[in-house]
T-cell receptor
């Protein structure tokens, strides 16, 4: 059973602080990882993806991947009230026939940025 | 330049009714996915199409669920004899090819199905 685990939160941070969102995955065959943001009642929208060990930065967002620990994280710097949403971590396995290609999602972490 | 569209946005069905949910992917996207998202949960995979071929239907919860994409573009997810446990948001996503590690799935707005 491929699983992606996230702390459901809520995670509350003050405006301007760094929000740290964490995710672990069970399938060692997972090769790329995606962070989606989902506002209440809306569909998931991609923030960024990562597939190499280490850090990847995009604006205020930094994704971190440690394949040995099967751990992925997302840091949001200078958090804004508009960042308040549920953040979904998803893992994509390598091709291995039927059952591949799809994303396995965690339950999401609800982030609340307090003005 | 339109994104993924889905219709209807909201559907209320009486238990036992059949429903059909439509997805129109981004033009040129070969891969199409259906996910089911229950309240407070992450999306869960239902089925995957590459063009008109349904390559993976391992996530469909029962034989009451059926999906098709006959011409490799628009897809329909059909649920027969709906049950209350089918109440969820049904999300459609498409990606260009889904072969590269970085191929991104873009989601539609979803159809919120409520079964009474």
């Amino acid at each position: 059973q491929k699983e992606v685990e996230q702390n459901s939160g809520p995670l509350s941070v003050p405006e301007g602080a760094i929000a740290s969102l964490n995710c672990t995955y069970s399938d060692r065959g997972s090769q790329s990882f995606f962070w989606y943001r989902q506002y209440s009642g809306k569909s998931p929208e991609l923030i960024m993806f990562i597939y190499s060990n280490g850090d990847k930065e995009d604006g205020r967002f930094t994704a971190q991947l440690n394949k040995a620990s099967q751990y992925v994280s997302l840091l949001i710097r200078d958090s804004q009230p508009s960042d308040s949403a549920t953040y979904l971590c998803a893992a994509r396995a390598a091709y291995s026939g039927a059952g591949s290609y799809q994303l396995t999602f965690g339950k999401g972490t609800k982030l609340s940025v307090i003005p | 330049g339109a994104g993924v569209s889905q219709s209807p946005r909201y559907k209320v069905a009486k238990r036992g009714q059949d429903v059909a949910l439509r997805c129109d992917p981004i033009s040129g996207h070969v891969s199409l996915f259906w996910y089911q998202q229950a309240l407070g949960q992450g999306p869960e995979f239902l089925t995957y199409f590459q063009n008109e071929a349904q390559l993976d239907k391992s996530g469909l919860p029962s034989d009451r669920f059926f999906a098709e994409r006959p011409e490799g573009s628009v897809s329909t997810l059909k649920i027969q004899r709906t049950q209350q446990e089918d109440s969820a948001v049904y999300l459609c996503a498409s990606s260009f090819r889904n072969r590269a590690l970085t191929d991104t799935q873009y989601f539609g707005p979803g159809t919120r199905l409520t079964v009474l």
